[in-house]
């Protein structure tokens, strides 16, 4: 239905943004890679995706027609659905999802909370013939420096967003903070699936 939004961003997440489009107000669910694309900008275009659900219309925006060809691969695959394939592009990038895919790596998919061993064997016999057709997507670039409390409390709400418990988030994300250098909301996001999904 909606091929792409562009407007003024009034207001962004690593989990969603508000794109203003002539004084009408979206709300669009968006992955960490879209994120770390959009986050510094005043204004944007996002290629959209409507998911029609029983008790919601929900848009999903991608900074890259790239990745929102990535997501509706992972979404024709059974057993992965709308959010599910958020997760995995917030855990991953484009790029690594389709080095998994193409190398059978089973085991990067299944780092990801609520992906199991046969979900993640579906994604690979599924898309691998698929994901050979594409070219090569871009790298991401890292948003700016922001204060450690800042950075962990985006990093808390994208979490609890993504399914993730809040006090086990906050320990998580804390102990981080404190054991290593963090520059961006990515890259700290990252570090904590890693742990979390454990």
Known sequence: MYYYLKGKLAGVTPTYAVLDCNGVGYHVHISLHTFSQIDKQENVLLYTHLA???????????????????????????????STAQLILSALTPESIRQAI?????????AIKGIGEKTAKRIILDLKDKVLKEGDSKSI????????????????????????QRQKSQQVLASIVQKQSVTSVEELIKLALKQLST
């Open 102 to 110: 193409l190398h059978e790596d089973d085991l990067t998919f299944k």
């Open 52 to 82: 029609i659900k029983e008790d919601a219309h929900v848009l999903y925006g991608f900074a890259q027609l790239d990745e929102k060809a990535l997501f509706l691969l992972l979404i024709s695959v059974n057993g992965v659905g709308t």
């Open 141 to 164: 670039p890292l948003s700016g420096n922001v204060s450690h409390n800042t950075l962990q409390n985006e990093a808390l709400s994208a979490l609890i967003a993504l399914g993730f």
